[in-house]
């Protein structure tokens, strides 16, 4: 939020927009009603359930069925016949505009072309024919909602379907629904409507289905689809440049078995809600222009709405396209107000994702779009490491718009480590008990301070009760003191080419102990071997040193970690190289030369001791 941040995001909005990259559609967005907001893809979770189950959602004292297929009749118009429909949802049946079924389907051929007869609306329902219908699930009648569901929303474009928004903003239900359920929440209108069709006898049962629930990362609330207008980037042209940046090696992804991900995410992108309705974040420099004599227009015309980096320049650009004096232009406080002047300008009250402007990080940062020396010297960078979980979310925007707004690309690498999770490969949660701080690793807990943790945060109690036992499993002693070198290390080892990280604190503190046998090694070497008055030679020359057999394998041994080590950190593979470091000083350092030089240092041979005080020396100063 800073002003030369600020500035960039401004500067590149207006670009964007200007050139047509950025435009603002009606579309089917994630919406949180917890939040009121639109989110993005990453912030929904994916919930799997294998059938019948009951979960919490925001706002609600009791917990709310999932999990079910609910089965119910539409009657068919002028007619004693019926058509029978299946839902996961059946509140969204307030929204049907049509129903759908196969056109080889031979037990509905005979309604295609009808309508069916809305048993709570004054509504006519089409039964059309489409081949994406699945004559397998359910009973192969499926009910469109184009407003709530981005499958029905392809159908009902195809066939030209109503496309009619049953919930408002806080998930409650509009007036549209009827006077029966106007204001009812959303779930709650489950019950209600349920209750409803088995008293016109139109309920056909339900059974277990297994199903996915998109759940809101940060509220915990269910996920809706909602049909609003925002604002979207045309990620296409953006994305074929990014994608010849890696197929032609401009740009390397490390390991490359994630150029896999690239082309899947960039492939298949889809243009990009950058809309958010959040207290926070940069406002969108977009404004929306309304006029005294004519009355509002449709918030989604590009005509009306004009981007700026100052007010002055919207005025001026108003002023052109309208063709209105600037004295006749004026800033609205609201955006439902009324102009006194010939056009009157809102400023939109939405702020942008804040993968728009980490997009823009690599040169933003030095000060862009303003030339600057350090924007000369830095930028492009040749490295960048982040985790491999935002592949597509935060590096593939980056190639992006860098490619778009300065024409080179950021970086000329992309090292892409692993993901840490529990020992058993499970996502680390503060409800599961399985998190574990790199701070306790560090310095040590005990239980007692781990289970005191949980009471400091957002947990309710039965999550406190589940996260208690989970790390009375995990950390039945608590987390013994590791250091900061220990977990640095032991990351360093666990890290994979492909796959993430299962962290085991049994294993750090395997680290711990090697971190000790390091530092027994040196002060053997540097107290005991090497003497207060012994100096190290400035240039080590084996040939002029009186080298035993034993000497020169260590001398050995110890040219191959560093070439290894060496090469590990060339392709950044670390593991190999704290493999390569591990083995050298445990196996062939400690357990072999370390214990040769202890006889060599007590016995009388004057030329074998000067030999091994500074073989000693450089393979455990030197390797180090």
């Known amino acids: 939020m800073e002003p030369v941040m600020s500035k960039a995001v401004t500067e590149a909005f207006v670009r964007l927009h200007a050139d047509g990259t950025i435009y603002r559609s009606k579309r089917l967005i994630n919406w949180s009603c917890t939040l009121k907001s639109c989110i993005s893809d990453i912030e929904v979770e994916k919930k799997e359930l294998t059938g019948r189950t009951f979960l919490s959602v925001p706002g609600y004292a009791n917990k709310i069925e999932f999990g079910v297929l609910t089965s119910f009749a539409y009657p068919i118009e002028n007619s004693t016949e019926e058509i029978v429909v299946a839902t996961t949802r059946v509140e969204t049946m307030l929204g049907d505009t049509g129903i759908a079924v196969h056109p080889d389907d031979e037990r509905y051929k005979g309604l295609i072309g009808k309508f069916a007869v809305h048993p709570f609306l004054d509504r006519r329902l089409p039964i059309v024919a489409d081949k994406e219908v699945d004559k397998t699930f359910g009973t192969g009648a499926v009910k469109i909602t184009p407003a709530h569901d981005h499958n029905d929303y392809a159908i009902g474009q195809r066939h030209n379907l109503d496309v009619i928004t049953i919930l408002k903003e806080d998930g409650t239900l509009r007036e549209n629904c009827g006077a029966t359920y ?34 809101c990362s940060r509220s915990k609330d269910v996920v809706e689809p909602l049909l609003m207008a925002q604002w ?5 042209d953006m994305a074929a440049q990014a994608l010849d940046a890696v197929e032609s090696k401009r740009l390397r992804l490390i390991p490359d078995v994630h150029n896999k991900t ?36 449709d918030n989604t015309d590009h005509e009306i709405w004009i981007s700026g980096r100052t007010v002055e320049e919207v005025k001026e650009a108003a002023s052109k396209r309208f063709g209105v004096p600037l004295g006749e232009i004026s800033l609205l406080v609201e955006k439902e107000a009324k102009t006194a002047t010939a ?31 350090d924007l000369e010297k830095y930028y492009p960078t040749s490295l960048l490491e982040t985790g491999a979980d935002i592949i597509f979310f935060w590096v593939a925007r980056m190639v992006m718009m860098g490619l778009k707004l300065t024409g080179k690309l950021p970086f000329a690498e992309v090292y892409l480590h692993s993901i840490v999770r529990d020992r058993d490969g499970r996502k680390m ?39 208690t036992k989970g790390q009375k499993e995990f950390f ?28 085991d604190i049994n294993v750090l503190q395997g680290y711990r102990f090697f971190c000790n046998k390091l530092w027994n090694a040196l002060r053997f070497a540097m107290l005991h071997s090497l003497g207060s008055d012994f100096k190290p030679l400035a240039r080590f020359s084996a040939a002029e040193l009186s080298l035993s057999p034993v000497d020169q394998w260590i001398l050995s041994r110890a040219a191959s970690a560093v070439k290894d080590s060496d090469d590990s950190f060339r392709e950044y593979d670390l593991a190999r190289m704290t493999r390569a470091c591990y083995s050298f000083w445990l196996y062939d350092l400690c357990d072999i030369y370390l214990e040769c030089c202890k006889a060599v240092f007590t016995g009388d041979d004057e030329n074998a001791k000067e030999a091994a005080k500074y073989v000693s020396s450089y393979a455990t100063y030197q390797s180090a």
Not at 232 to 236: A, I, L, M, R
């Open 232 to 236: 979207f980037v045309d990620c296409k």
């Open 476 to 503: 039945p002693d608590g987390i013994p003191e590791c250091g900061t070198d220990a977990l640095r290390f032991g990351l360093c080892a666990c890290l994979k080419q492909v796959g993430d990280i299962n962290l």
């Open 262 to 297: 690239w082309n899947h995410w960039l492939v298949n992108i889809h243009d990009w809600c950058i809309s958010r309705q959040l207290w926070w974040g940069h406002r969108i420099p977009a404004y929306l222009v309304s006029f005294k004599d004519k009355p509002p227009a």
């Open 429 to 467: 949660s503060k409800s599961l008990g399985n998190v574990i701080d790199p701070v306790d690793v560090i310095e040590g807990i005990s239980l007692e301070a781990l289970h005191q943790q949980l009471l400091t945060g957002n947990l309710d109690a039965t999550e406190v009760e589940k996260a």
């Open 343 to 373: 056009i009157g300008l809102f400023q939109d009250e939405d702020v942008l994702d804040t993968w728009f402007s980490s997009a823009l990080f690599p040169f933003s940062v030095f000060a862009w779009p303003d030339e600057s020396s």
């Open 182 to 215: 106007s204001g009812m929440k959303r779930f709650d209108a489950r019950k209600v409507i349920t209750d409803a069709l088995r008293e016109k006898q139109l309920f056909r049962g339900t059974v277990a289905n297994p199903m996915v629930v998109p759940m």
